[in-house]
């Protein structure tokens, strides 16, 4: 079965960074565009970053635009979002999500909790 | 940028009916999706491509899209569709939206 396990949140101070990783399995993962979204506490969902299933995309938020990379490593079947210049405003709850070609996010991650903060 | 509006809250009987409502411009010309995401969980697909329903989601879930508006429609609701919901779309302009939210209290 499909699953997508996150990790690699936690407390960090405002300008450092943080990397998250999201491990798939369950499916070809070379096959699928994969997605970070992010939820702040008590507030909706936001979309962060996409990498085609190829890496050769990318595209990113406007609020995360310059500070995020997201990328993938094909072999160890894992997602990652490095996060520089870290701001209040980018603590949330962040999921890895799988696209399917059809227009929609059909698996998510638990979520890793990220919390900007002195 | 591309906004989709969808009402704070909703509340229903068990056993009745439900309705979400996402607006957006020309909506109706982009496929629509939901999502449901109950406290401490992550978001669950409901519907897909504006009425279709994964496998495993009851065929009380219901979904439409025409002209600026998008409904999802949860008929004879249970408690355990006590949740909040978020219809998703894309657009060129900003990439992948989703709407603001609805919780779907039953009581």
């Known amino acids: 079965q499909v699953q997508l396990v996150e990790s690699g949140g936690g407390v960090v101070q405002p300008g450092r960074s943080l990397r998250l990783s999201c491990a798939a399995s369950?499916?070809?993962?070379?096959?699928?565009?994969m997605h970070w979204v992010r939820q702040a506490p008590g507030k909706g969902l936001e979309w962060v970053a996409l990498?085609?299933?190829?890496?050769?995309?990318?595209y990113y938020a406007d609020s995360v635009k310059g500070r995020f990379t997201i990328s993938r490593d094909t072999s160890k079947n894992t997602l990652f979002l490095q996060m520089d210049s870290l701001r209040a405003e980018d603590t949330a709850m962040y999921y890895c999500?799988?696209?399917?070609?059809?227009?929609?996010?059909?698996?998510w991650g638990q979520g890793t909790l990220v919390t900007v903060s002195s | 940028s591309y906004e989709l509006t969808q009402p704070p809250s909703v509340s229903v009987s068990p056993g009745q009916t439900a309705s979400i409502t996402c607006s957006g411009d020309?909506?109706?010309?982009?496929?629509v999706c939901w999502y449901q995401q109950k406290p401490g969980q992550s978001p669950v697909l409901v519907i897909y491509?504006?009425?279709k329903r994964p496998s495993g989601i009851p065929d009380r879930f219901f979904g439409s899209n025409s002209g600026n508006t998008a409904t999802l429609t949860i008929s004879g609701t249970h408690t355990m569709d006590e949740a909040d919901y978020y219809c998703?779309?894309?657009?060129?302009?900003?990439?992948?939206?989703f709407g603001t939210g609805t919780k779907v209290t039953v009581l």
């Open positions: 998703q779309t894309w657009d060129s302009s900003t990439s992948y939206v």
């Open positions: 491509q504006d009425n």
């Open positions: 999500a799988r696209y399917n070609s059809g227009n929609y996010f059909d698996y």
């Open positions: 369950g499916f070809i993962f070379s096959s699928y565009d």
């Open positions: 990498i085609s299933y190829d890496g050769g995309k990318r």
């Open positions: 020309k909506l109706g010309d982009k496929y």
